[in-house]
């Protein structure tokens, strides 16, 4: 408990929190706030409201409390099992779904990336705005961009844009971590498709790899 609480015998709600509170709880069995304070940090947030130390303790005594505490308790478990549950459904998803990148001659994929580069104004958004295609990592600083190594980053970005149908997958996942892992997975199959389909691709593919459990570099 913060010492300035201590101090007056109050709890703030985040102090309720920790002690196995949840708002309803503190809505039904404790009621308006006995105290409030501004928010130290930001001061045009809504003010902390305080309850006193000996209603909190006379509360927690109470057979109303103690059930209260076991449902929260449990349902907080359910959540955590459900996300949990969601999570390896979608790795499994993704790691079994079949990565389909178009087929074409080289040639082919050069004239219609360069033409799709041009669109993008030189990797702006249509109209030339100054912005990276989502699903492009910036290259060195430096970089020029006529050579057959950007040649190569322009056929991946190409090729990136015929295949984000791929991240309907990752609907419904909730949380950093999981979402986190599941793009990762997603990524690493999506880059290694491309460079199997075009092993010329293979480099810039791997320089865009994410490492097992690094965020997301495409989608």
Not at 1 to 29: C, D, I, N, Y
Not at 61 to 72: I, L, P, Q
Not at 104 to 124: S, T
Not at 206 to 214: D, I, K, L, N, Y
Request: aromatic share 6%.
């Amino acid at each position: 408990m913060p010492a300035e609480e201590q101090k007056g015998r109050f709890l703030s709600t985040a102090g309720l929190r920790a002690r196995g509170w949840s708002p309803g709880m503190v809505r039904r069995l404790l009621g308006p706030a006995d105290s409030r304070r501004p928010n130290p940090h930001f001061p045009t947030a809504p003010q902390i409201r305080l309850y006193r130390w000996e209603r909190v303790v006379t509360a927690e005594r109470s057979a109303e409390f103690r059930t209260a505490a076991g449902d929260a308790a449990r349902r907080s478990a359910a959540a955590r099992a459900a996300a949990l549950r969601r999570r390896k459904e979608v790795l499994a998803r993704i790691a079994a779904e079949p990565i389909e990148v178009p087929r074409m001659a080289p040639a082919r994929l050069a004239a219609l990336a360069a033409e799709h580069h041009a669109g993008w104004g030189g990797h702006g958004g249509p109209g030339g705005a100054a912005t990276t295609p989502p699903d492009s990592p910036a290259p060195p600083e430096g970089w020029p961009s006529d050579t057959p190594t950007a040649t190569a980053r322009h056929q991946v970005d190409y090729l990136l844009h015929h295949l984000t149908r791929y991240d309907e997958l990752l609907r419904g996942l909730r949380g950093s971590t999981g979402r986190s892992a599941a793009a990762a997975l997603l990524a690493r199959r999506v880059y290694a498709a491309i460079s199997e389909a075009y092993p010329h691709l293979a480099r810039e593919c791997e320089r865009r790899m994410p490492a097992p459990g690094v965020g997301p570099s495409c989608g």
